[in-house]
């Protein structure tokens, strides 16, 4: 089975085609040293953050192995015909199985037992009349039974260290052991862990034996580029409503501000899901004022990604020191994520004119109730200049509810400049 994942896995190299369809900002780092362990035929434990695709990198093994794979029907661990356990006749009928079917995988927790993983008496067998040393009488866990396959614990630092230790036969020997009874059953299995670098020192740990066992140890990390940062949220998030990319720009910029504050816990991670979350939230917000006030078209504001900091921000662990500080650092950080998204595009347009207009008695309200139509009928005549029509042609807006996304971004960057002042309260902003 090792073999045939290498066969694939430099089969997909040779002909250009990518074998991790999905992932994103690993290709130059834990992506080479995946595909030199898989080579190798090493078992393999991944470590890193939360939320950092340890799982979805998992998961995507399956598609290495061969799309249909021929076993020995009718036994409880899946047999290769022409490597059977036990000898078999040249009129055995064979069975085919999907891949998806070859992968198993299972969520450590306190409470798992030798049995679930490795197998144990089932004592159901033995009250049908089975003897205690007959071999039938066994229950095989999921280790044996993803003979053939991949097996894939997820946080293997959760397992009590006297499970870990049922493991070591499995993991060297390729064999299974279960209580008294002798069996030798030449295990075919590629075992494939996660594990969260905090719990690897601290909640729990991989015990030293086990450790040794897997071939390649991988650290994994947050993407280091901000487009595959983008990329991740576009291609995870499911949106309800339009969201710019500007605003997902934001919500990257914010997502890595946050990795790289002190007052952050870093040791927890911010999780992809983080920024993910936030995409989903800024959409429903939009839908949700489509739906109460009738709008034609729903497109997410800075004002929905201002409201959905106060839902995300549950997922993020201060440093010990920030006690009631916790909201301050939230927003100033996506003060500071979204005036780095916007500077590249404002510094190209003269604001002149809506400066001007912002004299002080003339104001400007938006707000997650307040709709891009009444927005936009809000705003002051700036009689033949056509700087609203820059800023919309600037953040590619070409209709109403895009228009008043771009116009209140251009309000915020003159806010965060110092050009103009900003109100915000009870779900009301007001610039002049």
Known sequence: MRVEI????????????????????????VIPQLER??????????????????????????????????????????????APNVEISD?????????????????????????????????????????LGDLETIHYGLIPRANRGIVAINELPDL??????????????????????NIRLDLDVLV??????????????????????????????YPLEL??????IRQEAELVAQVPDILVEILA???????????????????????????????????RRAAVFGEDEAVARLVDLEAAVEVLGGKIEFESGEEGREWEILDYLLRTATAEALRSTLRSLDLTPLIAALDGSITVSTGTNITASEFLASLPELGESTLYDDIA????????????????????????????????????????
């Open 6 to 29: 290498r066969d694939n896995l430099l089969a997909k190299l040779r002909s250009g085609e990518d074998p991790w369809p999905g992932l994103h900002g690993l290709n130059y780092t």
């Open 91 to 131: 009129d055995q009928p064979i069975e085919w199985v999907h891949r998806d079917a070859r992968y198993t995988e299972k969520l450590a927790t306190p409470d798992t037992s030798v049995a679930d993983l490795i197998g144990d008496v089932d004592p159901m067998r033995v009250a049908e009349g089975r003897s």
């Open 393 to 432: 042609q600037a953040f590619g807006a070409t209709t109403p509810s895009t228009r008043a996304m771009a116009i209140e971004l251009a309000l915020e960057g003159l806010y965060l400049s110092r050009k103009i002042a900003k109100d915000s309260g009870e779900g009301e902003t007001i610039y002049g």
């Open 192 to 221: 494939v862990a996660s594990a969260n670098p905090e719990d690897y020192t601290n909640r729990g740990r991989i015990i030293t034996p086990l450790k040794d066992r897997f071939g390649a140890e991988i650290r994994t990390h």
């Open 160 to 181: 009590a260290e006297r499970i870990q230790v049922a493991m070591l036969n499995v993991m060297e020997e390729r064999d299974v052991q279960i209580r008294g009874y």
């Open 227 to 232: 487009d595959d940062e983008v990329a991740i």
């Open 37 to 82: 362990a898989l080579i190798a035929g090493h078992d393999i434990v991944l470590l890193g953050e939360r939320g950092q695709g340890k799982t979805r990198l998992l998961r995507t093994l399956i598609t290495l192995l061969d799309e249909w794979s021929p076993i020995i029907p009718g036994r409880d661990v899946p047999e290769h015909p022409l």
């Open 253 to 287: 910029r914010y997502t890595r501000a946050l990795r790289e504050s002190s007052s952050v816990n870093q040791r927890s991670g911010v999780s992809a899901r983080f920024s993910i979350a936030g995409a989903e939230t800024v959409a429903a917000a939009a839908l």
